[in-house]
């Protein structure tokens, strides 16, 4: 077991390392973060030179990746190309807005999917079941953006027809959110537009995976045998058959979750998150490498890591599987 | 089973519990305190440090200019109203240029020091230092000295410096505070000080940042408590969040959304022409197609292209009556203003003729719609150019499609080259490897001064190469002139020569607009980068 957790962790640097590489080269070569710069005909071309200098702009790539490389390991990723704004405490602090946001997604998400597919199985072809099948679609086929902006404008029509606003809009808190219990209760109440949105194509795709792992479960002949035996139907459901149904969840909510905290990129920039995504998506947007390369470097050690849970979670739980 | 239960219904609870209370904590407007306008906002600064060559943001000004207040701000018209001077900055000698500026007795910084000459002194050393990075060393490095005695000092320019009130008028840092310090690390997350009627409160990064009414300042004080700047990144939400009230001001690029809240009672939307205009540049130089080097093809294009047209499609539901621009150098609201480029009006069968006359072949016989047929001109090839812009913006997608029809109805071809800014910014248009661009030039009142860089032999703008020698030579007197009429006299006269040249289309001076909530009364439309908030003083929320 440790070989193979060790084995991947190799595999995984070296996969990080020509990710990171690929990436800046991309980043670097496509983008000028000094463009916004030359269309104005005032600005001082000394500071500019200061900047070049300093960031080394002007070196070739590899001379820059390894700088890059040095500041990762050194000096907390380093810092923007304009502003030589720190990057790891802005990196930091997004990250932690959107594991609130993640975290209440997901749970709420495989609360609500694991029961729709249990009752579905068990209740298949029923109208439950059809309603449910038709709802997963939908959420799988809904577009991401186009429902958080619908959810919005629902929204706004409540508050011109009641006066009420029923929920945030955007941001992650008020003007003023208070402090203690009332800064938590306000930024729930900030979290539960994004919330649902997020929870849709996590609740459409993992209750698919659990009706269809539970109908394999309640059909195969150790869930017959344990009938056999005289067990209720409850213990039966719920001991033998359930259980073993989570395996395959197991893994995919692994794999979600690792890939969900790079940022849930459209729901954070929609509603205006102070998260992952919206922090990658304007440092792409200013064409500066250094906070691409700083996200890209957590989001994939993230999406490994959790790879590799899923991985040790499935052996764990399903003893046949063996490391070898 | 009872454990998880319990817990299940607690979760709930807490749920339904955030659902019920959350509003109710929610510092929606209605909510906050009469006296706080939240102003919406797309674009959050990276720091505060403003002018600063890697800040050099709007969203940096909105914030900073009520900070660091200058002696003398933009109206939103553009002229100057008084603020930490006694008065307008007075030319003492024109050789050398010679000008003499006095704080007001009132004008004082929030720690209840003075604001004096010396601080606009360290300032200016700021700006010189080679080890700062400031966005623009313009006016600051032709002064020779500024002596000062307490509130009045006297500036020295090295050579004449045509733009000297708008340098004398802007906003001053506090001396005391950026003595001896990085000034490339300053107002890095705040600003301890304030000359304005606000001062900084606190900043709730990735969210919003907050100015409070500066007591110590008594020249134009605020009537409101504060100021909120919410930073939303995407546009349908801004304007969701207004619409739920979630703010009380903003300040929206040119979209169709505006519309919904012109016919909305509860909002007042207002659009002025600004100081930024859209323009088509042609390039002269070696990369560009040789058939723009033919005047005649560029007065084919130009007479190609439907000009009026484009601008009331793109805007006639929000700002109607738009006019075109026919200047490369005034805006169409400026006092100066002659239309040089209305000698080329929209007409498709003298385009034809144009071509026709001068030998080319291969091309339509008469203006049409579903025209293939590109012209052929001798000595110079087929007029299928390149045009490069960026990608993503609807209206400027949109401003292509329209100009590609009419000039492919006529016999002229325009292949697109979209690009991200970035690429098309920081790349395509300094290498002057494309034949046509289109793209918005962000302008001030004193822009004018130096369209040598822009339209100038060798300027340091001029991406297209294009070169008027007689043209240019007027345009470096106007950079040393300090008379308005005569200057003005110049660039006319420089640009009626240039006009015959074509060197770039002006399409049209792009629109400013405000919304505002009923509610909020004295916001203005800003035609200059000053912003919204030079007549904060006169703000109220009912």
């Known amino acids: 077991m440790l070989q193979y957790v060790l084995r991947r962790l190799a595999y995984s640097v070296i996969v990080l390392f020509v990710a990171s590489f690929l990436v800046f080269t991309f980043v670097a070569k496509t983008g000028d973060p000094l463009a916004a710069l030359r269309l104005n005909p005032r600005i001082s071309e000394q500071s500019v030179e200061n900047i070049k200098e300093r960031k080394h702009l002007d070196d070739s790539v590899f001379v820059r990746y390894g700088y890059w490389v040095n500041d990762a390991f050194t000096n907390g990723f380093g810092t923007t190309v304009l502003g030589d704004r720190p990057i790891l405490p802005d990196l930091w602090r997004v990250m932690k807005h959107t594991l609130q946001l993640v975290i209440i997604a997901e749970l709420l998400a495989i609360l609500i999917a694991v029961g729709i597919g249990v009752y579905s199985a068990l209740r298949q072809y029923s109208v439950f079941d059809y309603t449910a099948t038709t709802f997963s679609f939908m959420g799988l086929a809904l577009p991401v953006f186009w429902f958080a902006l619908m959810l919005q404008v629902g929204v706004v029509y409540l508050k011109d027809w009641t006066g009420y606003n029923i929920f945030p809009i955007a941001s992650l808190s008020s003007v003023d959110p208070g402090t203690g219990i009332h800064f938590w209760i306000d930024r729930a109440h900030h979290l539960v537009l994004p919330v649902i949105v997020l929870m849709i194509a996590s609740i459409a795709t993992y209750s698919r995976f659990m009706r269809a792992s539970m109908l394999e479960v309640v059909n195969s002949d150790y869930v017959r045998t344990a009938r056999a035996k005289g067990l209720t139907e409850k213990r039966v459901t719920m001991k033998h058959a359930f259980r073993n149904a989570l395996i395959p969840l197991v893994t995919l909510v692994a794999i979600n979750f690792g890939a969900l905290l790079g940022g849930a990129i459209a729901t954070e920039f929609v509603f205006s998150l102070d998260g992952m995504g919206l922090y990658y998506i304007s440092a792409l947007n200013q064409n500066d490498p250094y906070p691409v390369m700083a996200w890209l470097m957590v989001t994939a050690t993230l999406i490994i890591l959790f790879n590799l849970i899923a991985d040790i979670a499935y052996g764990y739980l399903d003893p046949r599987v063996r490391y070898d | ?542």
Not at chain 2, 270 to 298: C, M, N, T
Not at chain 2, 389 to 395: D, K, P, R, S
Not at chain 2, 505 to 534: C, H, N, Q, S, Y
């Open chain 2, 1 to 542: 089973m009872r454990k998880r239960s319990l817990l299940l219904l607690a979760g709930a609870a807490a749920i339904v519990a955030s659902l019920v209370v959350g509003p109710a904590a929610t510092a929606g407007p209605d909510r906050v305190s009469a006296g706080t306008v939240v102003f919406i906002h797309d674009q959050e600064p990276p720091n505060l440090r403003p002018n600063w060559v890697d800040n050099s943001l709007y969203a940096t000004a909105l914030v900073d200019n009520s900070i660091f207040l200058g002696g003398q701000i933009r109206d939103n018209n553009a002229n100057w109203v008084t603020r930490l001077f006694t008065g307008p900055p007075k030319l003492l000698k024109k050789s050398p240029q010679t000008v003499q500026f006095t704080f007001s007795p009132k004008a004082n910084w929030s720690d209840g020091t003075p604001v004096t000459c010396a601080d606009w002194r360290a300032t200016w050393q700021i700006w010189i230092n080679p080890a700062n990075n400031p966005a623009s060393r313009t006016g600051y490095e032709d002064i020779k000295s500024v002596t000062c005695k307490g509130k009045t000092g006297v500036i020295v320019f090295k050579k004449v410096y045509a733009a000297w009130d708008a340098l004398v008028n802007s906003g001053v840092w506090p001396a005391k505070y950026t003595a001896g310090k990085d000034a490339n690390k300053l107002w890095e997350d705040s600003i301890p000080v304030s000359s304005g009627p606000w001062k900084f409160q606190s900043w709730q990064k990735g969210t919003q940042i907050t100015v409070v009414k500066n007591p110590k300042y008594t020249i134009a004080p605020m009537k409101l408590d504060r100021v909120v700047f919410r930073y939303i990144a995407d546009t349908n939400a801004r304007f969701q969040a207004m619409k739920a009230g979630e703010g009380q001001a903003m300040e929206p690029q040119a979209q169709l959304q505006i519309a919904d809240f012109q016919k909305d009672k509860n909002f007042v939307v207002k659009a002025v022409a600004g100081y930024s205009y859209e323009h088509v540049d042609i390039q002269f130089g070696p990369k560009g197609a040789a058939p723009l080097k033919a005047p005649y093809v560029r007065q084919a294009l130009i007479t190609g292209i439907n000009r009026p047209q484009i601008a009331s499609a793109l805007y006639q539901t929000i700002a109607p009556g738009l006019p075109t621009l026919q200047s490369n150098i005034f805006k169409s609201f400026e006092k100066g203003y002659v239309k040089h480029y209305a000698r080329y009006p929209f007409n498709q069968t003298k385009v034809i003729s144009i071509l026709k006359g001068k030998g080319c072949t291969g091309g339509p016989d008469k203006p049409s719609a579903g025209n293939d047929k590109i012209f052929s001109c001798p000595g110079v090839g087929k007029l299928s150019f390149r045009f490069s812009t960026t990608a993503g913006n609807q209206l400027r997608a949109l401003t292509f499609e329209v100009i590609q029809r009419q000039l492919k109805s006529v016999g002229i071809e325009l292949v697109p080259r979209f690009q991200p800014a970035g690429l098309l910014f920081g790349t395509t248009l300094p290498s002057s490897d494309w034949d046509l661009i289109m793209f918005t030039w962000v302008e001030d009142p004193t822009s004018k001064i130096t369209s040598r860089d822009k339209l100038g032999c060798g300027g340091d703008i001029n991406y297209g190469n294009y070169c008027n020698k007689k043209a240019s030579a007027l345009l470096d007197k106007t950079a040393q002139e300090l008379d308005d009429a005569t200057r003005t006299k110049l660039l006319n006269q420089s640009e009626a020569m240039m006009a015959k040249d074509i060197p770039s289309i002006p399409m049209f001076v792009r629109p400013v607009f405000t919304i505002a909530a009923k509610k909020l009364k004295g916001l203005t439309t800003p035609t200059t980068l000053e912003g919204d908030f030079w007549n904060v003083n006169t703000w109220s929320v009912s």
